[in-house]
T-cell receptor, first 114, second 111 residues
Framework: DTAVSQTPKYLVTQMGNDKSIKCEQN?????MYWYKQDSKKFLKIMFS???????INETVPNRFSPKSPDKAHLNLHINSLELGDSAVYFC?????????????FGQGTRLTVV | KQEVTQIPAALSVPEGENLVLNCSFT??????LQWFRQDPGKGLTSLLL?????REQTSGRLNASLDKSSGRSTLYIAASQPGDSATYLC??????????FGTGTSLTVIP
């Protein structure tokens, strides 16, 4: 079973459309994240949720809205898509265990806005 | 704010060589450091995790070290193989709920 799974894997859409990316983790972790990987492969955090509560919200346009229906799911909805939103979006989860926290990542969703 | 840098940005070596990838971070108050591998068009695969109280971790041909006070970690790959070709990323965990990533090292092992 895939630990962190996100769908779809590829998403091609036109400017101005609204789209969603879904993420599910079966690890029982309390914390989930969305990261954006740009064309230079740099990964930047967008959001972090702990037990369905938003704990980190980096400088992200309010067109991006995360939703966590339960602690195993963190979906990302994007309104009014722009060309600059094209990137790979990664979902991740983690759980603090004593003195360390290990992150597990999904396979990514490659979003192309045309 | 934590900043993570990886040197070199790209590395090309002949098969069989031992190599070292470097990761530095500006804030030493970390929970742990994690090394990942990313193949083209794929997700991130965790390679090694070093807790802040540890100095190194080993898995097969990989050895990662951590010097928290100087803000440095190295990933040593022994007897490199073409299958090791990938981008290697280091990430530091602070507060236990945020991971700061380095800029990555793109490794090519030439047969």
């Amino acid at each position: 079973d895939t630990a962190v799974s996100q769908t779809p894997k590829y998403l091609v859409t036109q400017m101005g459309n609204d789209k969603s990316i879904k993420c599910e983790q079966n690890l029982g972790h309390d914390t989930m994240y969305w990261y954006k990987q740009d064309s230079k492969k740099f990964l930047k955090i967008m959001f972090s949720y702990n037990n369905k509560e938003l704990i980190i919200n980096e400088t992200v346009p309010n067109r991006f809205s995360p939703k966590s229906p339960d602690k195993a799911h963190l979906n990302l909805h994007i309104n009014s898509l722009e060309l600059g939103d094209s990137a790979v979006y990664f979902c991740a989860s983690s759980q603090r265990k004593g003195e360390y926290t290990e992150a597990f990542f999904g396979q990514g969703t490659r979003l192309t806005v045309v | 704010k934590q900043e993570v840098t990886q040197i070199p940005a790209a590395l090309s070596v002949p098969e069989g060589e031992n190599l070292v990838l470097n990761c530095s971070f500006t804030d030493s108050a970390i929970y742990n450091l994690q090394w990942f591998r990313q193949d083209p068009g794929k997700g991130l695969t965790s390679l090694l995790l070093i807790q802040s109280s540890q100095r190194e971790q080993t898995s097969g041909r990989l050895n990662a070290s951590l010097d928290k006070s100087s803000g440095r970690s190295t990933l040593y790959i022994a007897a490199s193989q073409p299958g090791d070709s990938a981008t290697y990323l280091c990430a530091v965990s602070q507060t236990g709920n945020q991971f700061y990533f380095g800029t990555g090292t793109s490794l090519t092992v030439i047969p």
